[in-house]
């Protein structure tokens, strides 16, 4: 059957600068790419979503909005009536940036927060950094815009959840998206910063003791992407059934280059938008095909012998990849984890 | 059974029908939550329609075969006759027309190729 999936949510690495250089980052983000999309290129490819039916695009870096043309572009994926958001550190959420933000439509934005202020300062290596993230998420909110706290969860905030969720409750901040650290750029050679088996558990139970005290607060807590799978510790509704990287969501990175994932290794690019359409790249047969045409052959790990193996697909491939250097293996993953815990015991 | 109309209405929708292997899938890529897309899909299939922005060539291109087979019982191309024959069959049924997103995928390749 050929393959009918489109690319409906896209990430946009609009640049590879970045004003921090945080230990933890899966980009190495700091200088911009090379060879960075111009304006025009950017609202040519933009010009090329609608047929694909995209509908929902996220800015991110780098820093976004460290890439001067950011408004020019949300205004005309506004125009073409595609939703906008945006992950930012924060830092620039000036009165007259937020202000900008919201006439040009973006309709949600996520600042990253990763820990209390003196974790939070560390991991930054700023000073200061975390009051000024909290302020521009104040200001998003004062501006009537709906700010989501984003936490990359590791070795040293992992134990601060609790403080840190009574901290952006009480700022007012009325999502919270909690994710795992993934072990690429920077962040892989900060092993302190990696979670145990015990960590990753904790950050698990965390959110699953805490989502229903946040919503009863009126706050949605939000285990992202890597908290997983097939357990009780997962969130009630449907059941996870694999990335969807190349399926439904794809990456766009600042030179073109396109990725199922802009987490994934630069090594896994699946086409490049100065060369190729997008059409064309989407859908080159054999493209994505490590998300795509997935087997339980490819099952590697712990995940092979898994009953859920064909339903998961081994988890994240993000997390798989930067842990295993392969698909369809993540370690990190409540179920096997308990599952161990109950062997031993 | 189904009739053959004698003047076909034509209606496309904005909207793509996916497959559920597709939407049915809680953990998208979450650049950022909450994620409103995935929001709508979990409300189901059948809520959630994928809006498209369907261009007057492909507009024009699929009535051009659709009617074609419907009045004349012409034969569409091949690379795109399944899709044809859905369309036609909605008409011929009287039914809304949905237009399945493996349908618009492959009239649209179809057009480029063209």
Redesign the interface.
Known sequence: ??F???P??L?WELTLACNLRCQHCGSSAGSGRPNELTLDEALAICAQF??L?V??V?F?GGEPLMQAYWPRLATRLRD??I?V???TNGLLLSPRIVAQIRDCGI????VSLDGLEPTHDEIRALPGAFQRSLDGLRRLLDAGLHP?A?TTVNALNVHELPALYARLHTAGVP?W?V?PLFGFGRGREQTRLHLSDDEYLEMGLFCQQYRPLAADAGM?L?P??GC?YCSPIDPQ?????????G???C?IMSDGRVKG???WPDSLVEGDLRQDTF?DIW?RPGAFAATRDFTCAELGGQCRTCEMGAQCGGGCSAKSIAATGQFHADPYCYRAILAARLATQ | MATKPTKPAFVLKDQLILREHIWDRIHWVTYRVPNELAGILKKGVADAPVRVQLTKQFTDATWKYTSALIMEGAAPPPEIAGAIYNIADDISCGREISLKAGDYIAIQSFLKRK
């Open positions: 059957m050929p009918e999936g489109l409906l949510l990430g609608p047929e039916a509908q929902e996220v991110t073409l009536r939703k958001g945006m992950v309709h949600e934005v996520g989501t984003i999502q998206q994710q949605t939000v992202a992407d997983g509704g449907a059941p996870w059934r694999g990335c969807s990287a399926i439904a969501d990456g994932c802009l987490s059409w859908f």
